[in-house]
């Protein structure tokens, strides 16, 4: 298994433009998330989604947009974009049997990252 | 949005020593909590997660939960280079799958 997988590494944008953050895992996980990372900060929560066609806003949404059509993808699009949206952005899955409860690890598994500089 | 606050550091701690790393929490409903280490331009791996009180060995390291106090720490024994990373704190509340993470703590060992 690959595991989590993003695409591109490294990308630089100019203000205005947008582009299309991808995100596949192989590992049949029904919930993703993307993050961001800034220099010194912890991992703030953009979007998540618990399943194929279901998707919620996080902590710092806005800007961004997802969408889930397929357990394996959820690529994270920025429109518009602008140099507060530089940063480090990773994206996450982890499986969660349903009527579980949230007690045990569930642990997430974090892609590579795709480091994105505006400006 | 659930506060999660970790000393930045750096930590710097000869090898061979214990690194000792705290976490405290704002949400006394929270309910799991994971260390994560970072090494610079990586992405976080899970290294423990813990959720009864009291200490949970794995390895090298113990990690430590106190709910009453609202904090979780993350003891490294036997300090190692390789140990050299960023750790996380992250939690979880009660009916809920989303983390809120600290910070993090950079340890440096110094050989």
């Known amino acids: 298994n690959a595991g989590v997988t993003q695409t591109p590494k490294f990308r630089i944008l100019k203000i205005g433009q947008s582009m299309t953050l991808q995100c596949t895992q192989d590992?049949?996980?029904?919930?993703m998330y993307w993050y961001r990372q800034d220099p010194g900060m912890g991992l703030k929560l953009i979007y998540y989604s618990v399943g194929a066609g279901i998707t919620d806003k996080g902590e710092v949404p806005n800007g961004y947009n997802v969408s889930r059509s397929t357990t394996e993808d959820f690529p994270l699009r920025l429109e518009l974009a602008a140099p507060s949206q530089t940063s480090v952005y990773f994206c996450a899955s982890s499986y969660h049997p349903y009527l579980s409860g949230t007690s045990g690890s569930y642990e997430q598994y974090f892609g590579p990252g795709t480091r994105l500089t505006v400006t | 949005q659930k506060e999660v606050e970790q000393n930045s550091g750096p930590l710097s701690v000869p090898e061979g020593a214990i690194a000792s790393l705290n976490c405290t929490y704002s949400d006394r409903g929270s309910q799991s909590f994971f260390w994560y280490r970072q090494y610079s331009g990586k992405s976080p791996e899970l290294i423990m997660f813990?959720?009864?009180?009291g200490d949970k060995e794995d390895g090298r390291f113990t990690a430590q939960l106190n709910k009453a106090s609202q904090y979780v720490s993350l003891l490294i024994r036997d300090s190692q280079p390789s140990d050299s990373a960023t750790y996380l704190c992250a939690v979880r509340g009660i009916n809920d799958y989303k983390l809120s993470f600290g910070a993090g703590t950079t340890v440096t060992v110094r050989a």
């Open positions: 590992m049949n996980h029904n919930y």
């Open positions: 813990i959720y009864s009180n």
